[in-house]
């Protein structure tokens, strides 16, 4: 009889653990099947924004010298990769941006733990830190310029000074909102404040921290193109500031147009980053 109900309970579970798998598939199914239709609907919002703007020009509804067509940039894009004066520029432009993203998440989160590590230091910063948020960054570049020299140092000093701050706030904010019934259960057996950062508040605040890196990826590049603006010679946001110079908005836009592409790309390659950290936890 014991035997029967075994046998009749394995049945059970095997029944159930294949109704589980055969859920969980049909659910991947339904997202590879919206992913598609998601990516089908950029693509064509993307196409149509295109043809109506490359129409729009054709019929004299906007100013062409002013907001361009698409045809005419991506021919100058294409004349400018065959004469090879792009790449450098969005080589330029990449390598500054990855240093002031990386120094920029490591800087700020080294600055939130030694924060929240002493409660009286973040009395007296918190004031300077609110004030330093606020502050218009452009303001600081010809301090930056001053200090540093027209060079890659005061482009990554402007890109540090956007990245740096966020960072700390962002990451500061997900310590303090840690659940204090984890710490107590470190406290209760015995673990000092190095134990309680390392078991309580990293794991809880590391999904924030994660995330936190995406949102760099924005905040490095704005701070590289508004350095490009203010002392560099090459680099994307050089072009930008020349093409207004020279009163070719063909360029400009053809830039703006290389800063999305790349931009994304790097949004894209952080994201499934985040994913595969996010995983193994």
């Keep these: ?152 140092l005061s482009i990554i000093a402007t890109t540090l000074s956007i990245t740096v701050i966020i960072t700390t706030l962002v990451v500061y904010g997900s310590f303090k909102e840690v659940d204090h019934n984890y710490i107590k259960v470190v406290k209760l057996f015995g673990g000092n404040q190095r134990k309680v950062f390392l078991k309580a508040i990293l794991p809880s605040s590391f999904p924030a921290i994660v995330s936190t890196l995406k949102v760099n990826v924005g905040l490095a590049w704005i701070g590289v193109i508004v350095g490009e603006f203010l002392v560099s010679q090459k680099g994307l946001g050089y072009l930008i500031i020349y093409g207004f110079q020279v009163f070719n908005f063909t360029l400009v836009i053809s830039t703006l147009f290389v800063i999305a592409i790349v931009a994304t790309v790097m949004y894209q390659l952080v994201a499934k980053l985040e994913k595969k950290l996010t995983k193994h936890r």
């Design 1 to 152: 009889m014991d035997n029967h109900d075994d046998h009749q309970s394995i049945q059970t579970n095997q029944h159930n653990e294949k109704l589980k798998l055969d859920v969980h598939q049909r659910f991947l199914k339904a997202r590879k099947r919206e992913t598609k239709w998601v990516r089908l609907f950029q693509a064509a919002i993307l196409l149509l924004f295109l043809s109506l703007w490359e129409l729009a020009s054709r019929l004299k509804w906007i100013d062409v010298l002013l907001f361009s067509y698409p045809t005419k940039v991506f021919a100058l894009l294409w004349e400018k990769l065959l004469d090879g004066t792009l790449l450098p520029h969005v080589a330029v432009t990449v390598e500054e941006t990855i240093i002031g993203f990386f120094l920029g998440t490591i800087m700020g989160t080294a600055l939130a733990v030694v924060i929240w590590w002493s409660p009286f230091l973040s009395r007296v910063l918190d004031p300077y830190i609110v004030v330093l948020n606020s502050m218009p960054k452009v303001a600081l570049g010809p301090l930056f310029i001053v200090g540093f020299g027209p060079g890659l």
